[in-house]
């Protein structure tokens, strides 16, 4: 089986529970390191779906590598090989096809419900949840492309996940572990402290409590998830 490229584009925002996910079922993955100049590939037809991690940049900021990760994405779509995008990596999938990513009306960062759209849709993807507490960190939005089913939203941001076929763009985080919490907590001590009057943003404390039980319903959230994704990796 040929593997799955994962995308990362800042050294803290990793594959997390997503790499360990496909090793537990024997899927083979390949990381290219954004953030530290390994270069993507340009199709992605020798792999049989791709992966996009978070960052803290925007797509709209002028680095090098950004176009060629929009190409990247609509090649993916042309061959038909599957994507899935994480906050960053959801909105360079808006971007590829074609919709607005821009500023959220605040900062969303914590922990915090997200409900799913009332659609045969959401239902494939996120299984029997109706709603569960997801993990953010963004101050952007994304629009949805055309031909997008909306299917998940929250109480600071409507547009949390959308989906065309087999692509899945989500701006919250579900391939958090213990560990990426801490170090995000640590790393953005600052931004949390700027932050302190947002409504949507959690302060470190908040964020740490009760975290393995918090990353334990999310992993299996993001298994449910995962687990419709592969269905349509390509050999």
Request: glycine content about 8%; some cysteine.
């Amino acid at each position: 089986m040929k593997p799955v490229l994962i995308i990362r584009h800042a050294a803290t925002e990793g594959p997390g529970f997503l790499g360990d996910f496909l090793t537990r079922q024997n899927i083979p993955w390949v990381l290219i390191k954004i953030d530290e100049g390994e270069q993507l590939p340009t199709s992605a037809i020798d792999y049989s779906g791709v992966a996009m991690m978070g960052g803290p940049m925007s797509v709209n900021d002028d680095l090098p590598w950004i176009a060629q990760e929009v190409y990247l994405i609509q090649d993916a779509v042309k061959h038909e090989v599957p994507l899935i995008g994480h906050c960053l990596g959801g909105q360079l999938m808006s971007k590829a096809l074609g919709a607005r990513v821009s500023a959220n009306k605040c900062k969303e960062i914590g922990w915090g419900g997200a409900f799913t759209a009332n659609c045969s849709e959401a239902k494939k993807w996120f299984g029997e949840y109706s709603s569960f507490v997801a993990f953010h960190w963004h101050g952007e939005t994304f629009d949805l492309p055309e031909e997008a089913t909306h299917l998940l939203s929250s109480q600071y941001c409507q547009n949390q996940a959308w989906a065309i076929g087999k692509h899945l763009a989500m701006q919250c985080h579900i391939e958090m572990t213990e560990e990426m919490v801490i170090s995000w907590c640590k790393h953005g001590a600052e931004e949390l402290k700027e932050a302190i009057a947002s409504p949507a943003v959690q302060q470190l404390e908040s964020i740490q409590e009760n975290l393995s039980a918090n990353i334990a319903n999310l992993n299996e959230v993001a298994s449910q998830v995962y687990s419709q994704w592969i269905k349509g990796l390509v050999s």
